[in-house]
T-cell receptor
């Protein structure tokens, strides 16, 4: 039982490049989330999903897109990376209204 | 709106000292409250939770009581160990258009010296 896994662990992008972060969970959770963590700001919700094929915006959605084609996977895309998107990205999953289970994070640097 | 305020760190203690990390919240309704811990280089792990007023969450020697009258959820441990060094996040559950999300405080760094 791997829980929540994220790919890749580290990535360096140049401004304007695109990339996709992959999150997978094996707990059959309905809800999945993407957060970003920045120093002194805690975690902020980017997008979330309440089920396969359903996504919604969080607090800081601009510059990101998501897709949930399969229940166990939640993808976060950056179409044109900017230095302001340098951050640590965490995926999480939960049952309806339950505690969140987090992945190990992806450290992204945009130069 | 919904928000969580934690005491600023870092908090530096000697081994076996008593720990308190303050957390207060602002919320509509009666949210569930959580403490998460993040060890270096890792994701967040649920430490404990409380779902209604006067509930006490506890785990690994840590405790926190949901105080509705003071809108607080302070984290305590009677005797800290070096292995407790980590970042601690207080969070509340907030209702969204679909489902719930967690609103996090900024985090408090705890350093325990031997």
């Amino acid at each position: 039982n791997a829980g929540v896994t994220q790919t890749p662990k580290f990535r360096v992008l140049k401004t304007g490049q695109s990339m996709t972060l992959l999150c997978a969970q094996d707990m059959n959770h309905e809800y999945m989330y993407w957060y970003r963590q920045d120093p002194g700001m805690g975690l902020r919700l980017i997008h979330y999903s309440v089920g396969e094929g359903t996504t919604a915006k969080g607090e800081v959605p601009d510059g990101y897109n998501v897709s949930r084609l399969k229940k166990q996977n939640f993808l976060l895309g950056l179409e044109s990376a900017a230095p302001s998107q340098t951050s640590v990205y965490f995926c999480a999953s939960s049952r309806r209204a339950g505690a969140l289970y987090f992945g190990p994070g992806t450290r992204l640097t945009v130069t | 709106g919904n928000s969580v305020t934690q005491m600023e760190g870092p908090v530096t203690l000697s081994e076996e000292a008593f720990l308190t990390i303050n957390c207060t919240y602002t919320a509509t309704g009666y949210p569930s409250l959580f403490w998460y811990v993040q060890y270096p280089g890792e994701g967040l792990q649920l430490l404990l939770k409380a779902t209604k007023a006067d509930d006490k969450g506890s785990n690994k020697g840590f405790e926190a009581t949901y105080r509705k009258e003071t809108t607080s959820f302070h984290l305590e441990k009677g005797s800290v160990q070096v292995s407790d060094s980590a970042v601690y996040f207080c969070a509340l559950s907030a209702h969204m258009e679909y489902g719930n999300k967690l609103v996090f405080g900024a985090g408090t760094i705890l350093r325990v010296k031997s």
